[in-house]
Structure formats: C-alpha cells, structure tokens
C-alpha cells in the first residue's frame, strides 16, 4: 500500500512540476509586459528584401504567441555612413530591452557601438562576429558539415565519392575536417587544390574520373563567380550532379542547394529573445545555425543527367526549377 501511495505522490508532484514549469514557460511574456506595461525591441536592418522581413515577421509571431507585449523601433541600414552611424547613436540613447540585428551589416555596426544592450542577430553571414561578446548571440546563416552531407546521402543515396575544389589556404583546416566527417557517413571525400582559377579546369578533370558527385563550398577560388561557368559545363560533361551553393547556382544547372526558411530563423531568434527577457544572461545561450534545413531542386538538371530523385524528395522542395525557369 505504501508504495502505491508512494508512486501516487511522486506522480502528482512531477504533474505539478510540469505544469509550473510549462506555465513559467509560457508566461515569460506576460510576467514581463505586466512589470513594465511593454517590452521595447530595436529592429536594425542591413538591408531591404523579403528574407529581412520574412525574419522579422517570425521573430514577432513567436514572441505574440507566448504573450509578450512589444512595441518595436525599426531602424534600416540603407543609406550611406552618417545615416547608417545616426541609427545605431539612437538606439543607443534609446536603451530599449533588447536589440534584435537582421544581417551581418546591421550586426557589425552595433557590435561596434553597443555593450549596454542585448543583441540578438539574425541572417548573420560572419559568426565570428560573435566571439567574446557578452551581450550578443544569435542565429548564423551556415549549414554544419555534417548537415550537408546527410542531405547529400539523402537526395542522392547512390553517391559515395564526393569530389570537392578547395583553396588550401582558406579551407585547409575545413576540408580535414570534412572528410573525418564524411568517412563516417560511409562517403569518401575526394579533395581537388586550386590556388587560382587556372588550376580549376585541371582538378575538374581529375574529378571527373573520381567522383559520384561535386560538392559545392564557400572558397574564394574554388566557388567565385568566374568558376562557375567551369564547374556546371564539367558537371554536365562527366555527367556528374553538381550540389550548388544558393538557389541562384541551381538555376543555373546545379542539381540542389540547401536553403534557408527565414521566418523560421527569426522565430528561432525569437526564442532567444525571450529566454534573455526572461532573465537569462546572452552569454549563456551559444550562437547557433539555422534549426530547418530546406532545398530547391534543378528538376532539368535530374532529367538530363538521368537521375531519378525520390518522389518525396521533389514534394519536399521549397523551389523547383524546370527547364526554361
């Protein structure tokens, strides 16, 4: 009998802890719109486009849905040095509860200026910028390596040798790193040099003879915009998939690309905002990637190097091109 009571008791408790906790959790908004009437958010921009409002429309639909009250300040970028130096001197003055940063622009200009205030960034493309700041965290615009290359199994399972152009004085370290990662995903790594663009149609050519695929990666040689011509023509010749860096590459005959849901990355935000309105320090929230991974797809580029995709895979696809797209 004691032990039913027991195991009753200790049920009841872990539902009450639960549902203080779930309220706590939910009521983070609340409590604090309660204490002051409103939070006030900062909005700097880095520029216009719908990625920068796409972001802040799902930084603010999560903070509406937990109920927090927020009146925001938007500031934008545009313009040239005085305007841009004059925005970020406002916020500044203004001291608002928390600084939400959309774009590595925006982030840069307020790192530089502001230690008073939490900064939480968005769509930023250098993380780095991050690094021993205590008032700053956020979401940074990089797929992880082993991201990539999950995806890679899954859109194209068949592929084991996964040929790669690189500057070794930029991406030495990466590309160790990479091939530590691909080997236990059953994937063999076959990594090409290019110091300059001339090395270019060299090590495709290698590769052509080596690899089941072409990895794209962020390298000032290896994926500058005059290689791109080389890399997609060799593609198609050795009539190997090219995995493109942006949408535009897959336009252009690149097999896919990993994307970015950008309402989802300001809803990540979003989440760290509240958890530093809630009271948690910034230093103690890491800086982290996009959360969802998504893909557009080149469906000509399948077509004309026979590759037969999963129908699940195509379904899943935030952007399809077909030919004449």
Known sequence: MRSRTN?????????????????????????????????????????????FKETLAGFQQV?????????????????????????????????PDLLFTVGTRATEAALKKIA?????????????????????TGVYLEHPVETQLKWLRRILPEARNVGILFNPGENWEGVKCAARIAAD????LEAREVESPGDI???LESLGRRADVLWGMSDSVASAPETARYV?????????PFVG??????????????EWDYGDIGSQCGEMALKVLGGEPVDSIP????????????????KQLNIRLPESIVRGAVRVFQGGD
């Not at 109920?67 to 001291?95: D, T």
């Not at 860096?245 to 990993?258: E, F, M, P, Q, R």
């Not at 996009?290 to 000509?300: D, I, K, Q, S």
Request: charged share 20%; net charge positive.
């Open 185 to 188: 995903l059953g994937l063999r």
């Open 116 to 136: 008073d205030i939490p900064i939480i960034a968005g769509l930023l493309l250098r993380p780095d910028l991050l690094d021993e700041k205590d008032n700053a």
């Open 287 to 302: 800086p982290a990637p996009p959360r969802r991974t998504v893909y557009a797809l080149n469906m000509n580029t399948a």
């Open 201 to 203: 149609p060299q090590a």
């Open 245 to 258: 860096l942006s949408s535009s590459w897959v336009k252009a005959g690149a097999l896919y690309s990993l």
């Open 232 to 240: 997609l023509l060799s593609s198609f010749r050795h009539r190997i």
């Open 63 to 95: 903070l509406r849905t937990r109920g927090m009250r927020a009146r925001y300040i938007v500031r934008n970028l545009a313009g040239n040095g005085e305007k841009a130096a004059r925005a970020v001197r406002e916020i500044k003055s203004e001291k």
């Open 7 to 51: 195991a009753f008791g200790s049920r009841w408790i872990s539902l009450v802890t639960a549902a203080a906790s779930l309220v706590l959790f939910l009521g983070v908004g609340a409590c604090i719109a309660a204490e002051t009437g409103e939070v006030r958010i900062a909005v700097l921009f880095g520029g216009n486009g719908a990625p």
